[in-house]
């Protein structure tokens, strides 16, 4: 029923890959984690996009008129450096189910897949970094706008 049903491979080496597994799975769980603070954060970003554009049609004021633009263009930014951190999470997080399943793999044929292995959970781990530079220009693109704007107008017309 199973192939090679004894084992050449001793129950220690069996341990040791399983162990060496468990690195990217507590990765990819970081992983998940990071995409899900970027997606709430990218969805705060839309609704403020959403309710200053509401007040934009209302016909404010040239000075509230150009504060209004001035923050919907910071909000793009914001949205363009989300979206690049969550897709560099994501393939962040698929590097690393490539970096298991290589392992894996490679257990199993007994090859060398190191180069592979090495390449994939490189990548995974520079995605990451990349997607948390992103998520820092996000905030710190925040933190700019309140500071150098203030609040928004609250209603079109005074």
Avoid: Y
Avoid at 108 to 136: E, H, K, N, Y
């Amino acid at each position: 029923m199973f192939p090679n049903t004894t084992s050449t491979v001793p129950l220690d080496d069996v341990a040791h890959i399983i162990q060496v597994a468990l690195t990217p799975v507590f990765l990819l769980s970081g992983i998940g984690t990071l995409l899900n603070v970027f997606n709430t954060r990218l969805a705060r970003v839309s609704d403020h996009a959403e309710h200053a554009n509401e007040l934009l049609r209302a016909d404010p004021d040239h000075a509230d008129a150009a504060i209004l633009r001035a923050h919907l263009r910071r909000l793009r930014r914001r949205t363009f450096a989300l979206d690049g951190a969550i897709a560099l999470s994501a393939f962040g997080g698929a590097a690393t189910c490539g970096a298991a399943f290589a392992l894996f793999v490679g257990a199993l044929r007994d090859s060398a897949t190191s180069t592979a292995l090495f390449v994939m959970f490189g990548l995974s781990l520079g995605c990451t970094v990349t997607a948390l530079g992103a998520f820092i220009w996000d905030s710190l693109l925040a933190w700019h706008g309140l500071r150098r704007e203030g609040n928004l107008p609250h209603s079109g017309k005074k």
